[in-house]
C-alpha cells in the first residue's frame, strides 16, 4: 500500500539515493548516537531524536522490520572533541557533588521522560557505554598491532593506516583539525585516543585496566563497539547531529574499517540533522532559560508542540527556536487537536482510510522524510469534507503511525499543562471563568476584571476573543 519509493540523503557520498535493506531478511539496522548524560538534554540535543524517530516509524509505516539502536554515552566523552581535558561525566559528578555513577543515572532518566513526553518510540537497545568496556578494550587489542600507536597519554588510532580518512566530512581542513587538541608525539592531527590512560597521580570513577594502563576508552570507540555487536557490520543507517559529521563519525568509520580489514564505513547510509538555531539566547543554559524539555513544560507548553515545530522544518534544515516559532506551532496543535475532537463528536462507526490520501502521505515522507510537505495534507484531509468523518479518522491513525503526534488520543485538556508552581486546578479556573462569565453577563465589570487578575497572578492567562475559542492558557 506504502509503496512511493523511499530516498534518503547519504551524508557520505552527499546525494539523495534509493533506499532498500543490505539484507532484507535482517530487516533495517539503524545505530543513533545518544545522549552523553552529564546533564539533561537540551532541546536542540532532542531534534535529533524527534528525527530518528520520523526515520523509524517512516520505515515501520512502509512495512520493513526494523532494529534500532540509541546508544547511552556514560563515560568517554571529553568536554570537546579534543583529546585532553575533563571527561564530561566526571566533570558533572565534581559538580553536582554526585558520584559518576548517580549522574548518569539521574540524567538517563531524564531524558527517557523526554523520549515519552515527545511520543518517540523506545528504540530496540538502549546500551550504556559502561556495559561494554570489556569489548571495547578487546575490539582495540584487535586493531592496535596496525592501527594504532601509544603515547603516554594512552593509545592512538593512526589515521593514515585506513583508506579516505575524513570523507564524511568532505576531507579534513585546517579547521576541522582545530577542533582537535594537539598532543605531544601524535603522529597525524587527526589521530585520536582510543584509550586514554589515567595520568600519574590521579584516580577517576570510572577507569578499567586495560594493556595501555589504567583509564578509560575514548568516545568514538564505543559506538563502534556497539553498532558492532547488535547490529553486525555493516549495517543500514548511521544517524546523529550535523556536528558528529566533522569528527566523531570521521573516527567511527575508521575504526570500522580497522577492525573489518576493508573500506567499508560499517553503515551503508549516514543521516545527519541539522542545528536548532537559537539567536535570541532565550535558550542559552547560563542564562537560566529555556534549555530543556523540563524547562519548556514548566513554562506552560506541551511537549507536542515541539515535535510539531521539529516536523515542520526538514530535518537536514536550520531550524530557528524563537518564541513566535513555538507559539505557532502549539496553536497549530490546538487547532489540530479541535479538529479532530469535532470529527470524532460527529463519528458514527468506524470507516477506512482513502488509499488517496495515504498515497500523498507516502510520497511526501518517502522524499527523504519530507515531514514540511506531509503536515499540509494532514490539513487538507481532516478538512476534506467530501470524504466521510469515519474515513477521515481512520486516516487520521495513518498518520499519527508516521507522524507521531498522537492526534487520536491528545485531548484540549491535555495541552493545558501547568507552570511549575502552578497551585490552581483546571476545575478551579473552569470554576472561576464561569463566575466571570456570570459577572460579565451581568455588566459587573469590576468583578470581570478582579478575577481576570486574580487568575493572572496565579499563571492563568485568560484568552477573551481569542479565535480558537480557548478560554486560557497557562501564562509564559
Sequence with gaps: MHDAPLTLYNSLTRATEPFAPIDPAKGVRIYSCGPTVYSDPHLGNLRAYVFTDTLS??????????????????????????????????????????????????????????????????PDHLPRATEYVEKMIAFAKAIAPEHCYTLESGLYFDTATVQGYGRLAGGQDDAG???????????????FAIWRKTPAGETRQMEWDSPWGRGAPGWHLECSVMSRELLGLPFDIHTGGIDHREVHHPNEIAQNQAICGCADAGARTWMHNNFLVDRTGKMSKSKGAIATLEALKATGVHPLAYRLMCLSAHYRSELEFSADNLGAALTRLKRLVMTVAALKARANGTGTAPEAWLTRLDEAVSDDLNTPRALPV???????????????????????????????VVTREDLRVRPAGATLTAEAIEARLAERKEARAAKDFARSDAIRDALAAEGVEVMDGDPLGWDWKPAL
Excluded at 80 to 95: I, L, Q, T, V, Y
Excluded at 177 to 191: A, C, L
Design 57 to 122: 516509524r517512516v520505515l515501520r509505516w512502509k512495512g520493513y522490520a526494523l532494529t534500532h539502536v540509541i546508544n547511552i554515552t556514560d563515560v568517554g566523552h571529553l568536554t570537546s572533541d579534543a583529546d585532553s581535558g575533563d571527561d564530561k561525566m566526571e566533570k558533572a559528578a565534581r559538580a553536582e557533588a554526585l558520584s559518576a555513577w548517580d549522574v548518569a543515572r539521574r540524567h538517563t532518566e531524564v531524558f527517557l521522560r523526554n523520549l515519552a513526553d515527545l511520543n518517540i518510540r523506545t
Design 177 to 191: 583539525e582545530g577542533r582537535i587538541d594537539p598532543v605531544e608525539g601524535k603522529r597525524h592531527p587527526q589521530d
Design 378 to 408: 494532514l490539513d487538507e484531509m481532516l478538512a476534506d469534507k467530501k470524504t466521510s468523518v469515519e474515513d477521515r479518522l481512520a486516516a487520521l491513525v495513518e498518520f499519527d503511525a508516521v507522524l507521531g503526534l498522537n492526534l487520536t
